[in-house]
């Protein structure tokens, strides 16, 4: 009798711990800024337990989580973002801004997010902070004469590394809050609206494809931030 009760129990204790480790689940993500430079020692927490997980020297992080739950990603000189985790999400990939102005530049490199300093100084920043965007009419002669190597051209086209081509465009790619545009918004944007532009010259810009090659101008908008 003993042996069947202690069977049973057995039973038991097995189908617990068997569902205990089904409901069991584990995300993984990158965390990286300028969608290609990882970023190294982020701080990852779980909203709902608040435990701390950082990433690794690949950008990398790994959490358990239980049902719906929701990622809490900073470092030091981002802007710190939320992720919400439904139930079917296994991966995660968050792409960091790197906030306005210098210091944020400095706080990245010198606090060890960033490995590759030599790739982010790379990236030309300029930001409402540092200008007055308003006092400009428009883009183009916002832009004119700001960045060392970059040339505005009459037809409008934004030229980062020199004229490649005389049958293809040599223009850079334009990326305006995270999405690809045609050059010719350049013409519609309003300066006073615009938070930073950065300009890639270096191969991280290849990540956005062939039109990558000629450069990247990103531009941020105040609007972009608030969402």
Do not use: H, W
């Not at 039973?11 to 068997?18: G, K, N």
């Amino acid at each position: 009798m003993k042996t069947r009760i202690s069977l049973v129990f057995l039973a038991l204790f097995c189908l617990v711990t068997m569902n205990s480790i089904a409901q069991e689940r584990f995300v993984q993500g990158i965390v990286t800024t300028f969608d290609s430079i990882t970023i190294v020692g982020a701080e990852v927490m779980l909203k709902s337990s608040k435990e701390i997980v950082k990433t690794d020297s690949l950008g990398q992080f790994k959490v358990k989580v239980n049902g719906e739950d929701k990622l809490k990603i900073s470092a030091k000189g981002f802007i710190t973002q939320n992720v919400k985790l439904e139930e079917q999400i296994k991966l995660v990939a968050v792409n960091l801004k790197l906030k306005a102005g210098e210091k944020a530049r400095e706080y990245a490199i010198g606090y060890g997010y960033v490995k590759d300093g030599e790739r982010l100084n790379a990236l030309a920043q300029m930001t409402s902070d540092d200008v007055d965007f308003a006092q400009y009419t428009n883009m183009y002669d916002l832009m004119r004469g700001r960045f060392a190597g970059v040339q505005v051209q009459s037809n409008g086209d934004i030229i980062i590394r020199g004229v490649n081509s005389i049958n293809l465009s040599s223009a850079a790619l334009i990326i305006v809050d995270g999405v690809q545009v045609d050059g010719s918004i350049m013409g519609t944007l309003v300066p006073s609206q615009v938070r930073s532009i950065n300009i890639i010259k270096d191969g991280s810009a290849a990540i956005y494809g062939a039109r990558g090659a000629n450069g990247v101008v990103v531009i941020e908008t105040k609007k972009g931030l608030d969402d």
